[in-house]
């Protein structure tokens, strides 16, 4: 047997890394992994690694792996074709590459009907574009390009968190604080089996400490079973269930009492006035949304350094701008408006717990009952986690 030796490394195959590995060596050859303990004290998961690493070696030596380009040679496709890949060379790839790509510039980079002739998807969702080097920089200077989301992460998948949270939000606004909050409402995410070592970690010190988390799923899962309170839920039925919690906070109960009022009115766009057509109403010369300021009862664009008391209720009637789709300019003369909350509100009257209870099968006094208990807790020591995402936080134009 030849020298052996421990490599410290880590794994980020998924968002919950990285979780700090030592992979033990034989003869140039991978054996085994172990987790790293050297500096645990400085690790958020204690130098530990989830199962999921220990899977490395089986897939970096799989036999049926793909370890070159692959070129197709049966152009017809179905479920009974065989597409009869065959490996060629990197240079030879390169070459067919580049061809089509500057055949699709020659022609240009749309069609006919305005729509990308350069169709990508990095086969793994939102997250991995971020970890492929350059080339989401060449993506970005290629031009218009019709972007898929191969594996996963789209609107059905819990991971659209990604999509919305980090690549449209800038801000991972859909994770919850678990070392600090005291109230988490779980719709569907088995972080207890994919959290990773520190989301699991983290989860267990929170319950320790007293937090109480409400899981909302059809099945009982590990994450259910770990919780105060499982929600069994008809599938794909959470925003119905969200909705009548929603009712229950700023219709059953006095909004102006529950919510916390300087922060609507001052870090999100809430107050911001929507027009008949449903876009923001905007000061046509700067284009900046437009608020009512109760303070001296007249409109002023988001960031007015004089703006006090934004409006978050009522109707008023002024001139102004809606921008559409495709750069569409509605000027209004004199237009009904009201704060982007007040048409949440009205949006929002129907959905009651008893409608949601009929649509997610979870009855309405359990609804209330979370919803109550939710607004019972400090503002400060509650968040809630979901597939329906949450409006943004901040303003933006």
């Known amino acids: 047997m030849g020298a052996s030796r ?38 958020p998961g204690g130098g530990r690694v989830c199962v999921k690493a220990y899977g490395l070696v089986q897939k970096t030596y799989n036999p049926n792996r793909i370890r070159q ?29 580049g061809a089509r790509l500057r055949e699709i510039r020659s ?8 729509v990308p002739r350069l169709a990508t998807t990095t086969g793994g969702g939102g997250t991995p574009v971020q970890y492929m080097g350059t080339f989401p920089a060449f993506m970005a200077a290629w031009g218009p390009i019709d972007q898929g989301y191969g594996a996963g992460q789209g609107v059905k998948c819990y991971h659209s968190e990604h999509l919305y949270g980090e690549l ?11 070392p600090y909050v005291n109230y988490i409402i779980n719709c569907g995410n088995n972080v207890e089996a994919s959290g990773g070592v520190v989301g699991i970690w983290r989860e267990a010190d929170a319950r320790v400490r007293g937090a109480k988390r409400v899981q909302v799923e059809p099945h009982l899962s ?26 229950r906070i700023v219709h059953e109960r006095d909004w102006r009492e529950v919510c916390d009022l300087p922060f609507l009115k001052h870090r999100t766009s809430s107050p911001y006035l929507v027009g008949p057509n449903g876009w923001y109403l905007r000061e046509p010369d700067s284009g900046k949304p437009l608020i009512w300021d109760l303070s001296d009862a007249r ?49 929002m009257r129907g959905y009651t717990p008893d409608w949601a209870a009929a649509e997610c099968d979870v009855p309405a006094e359990t609804i209330r009952g979370i919803a109550d208990e939710y607004r019972r807790t400090p503002a400060w020591a509650r968040r809630s986690r979901s597939r329906a995402r949450r409006c943004r936080s901040g303003r933006s134009r």
């Not at 065989?82 to 070459?95: M, T």
């Not at 022609?107 to 305005?114: D, H, I, P, Q, V």
């Not at 259910?224 to 929603?246: E, H, N, Y």
């Open 168 to 178: 449209w939000h800038r801000a991972f606004i859909v994770s919850p604080d678990t």
């Open 69 to 97: 380009p692959m070129k197709r040679t049966n152009p017809k496709k179905g479920r009974d074709q065989d597409p009869g890949f065959v490996p060629i060379g990197w240079d030879e790839a390169l070459d067919i590459v």
């Open 299 to 347: 409109a002023k664009p988001y960031d007015a350094p004089d703006l006090r008391d934004p409006a978050l209720d009522g109707e008023y009637e002024l001139a102004g701008e809606e921008h559409g789709p495709d750069d569409e300019r509605i000027v209004h003369e004199r237009a009904r408006v009201r704060p982007a909350f007040r048409a949440m509100l009205d949006h």
């Open 107 to 114: 022609r240009g980079l749309l069609n006919e009907e305005g």
């Open 222 to 247: 590990i994450t259910g079973a770990l919780s105060a309170q499982w929600v069994p839920i008809r599938p794909k039925t959470d925003a119905a269930f969200l909705f009548g919690l929603i009712h």
């Open 6 to 43: 421990k490599v410290p490394v880590y794994c980020y195959q998924c968002v919950a890394g990285p979780d700090l590995l030592k992979v033990e060596v034989e003869n140039g050859v991978a054996t085994r992994v172990e987790s790293n303990y050297d500096i645990s004290g400085e690790h």
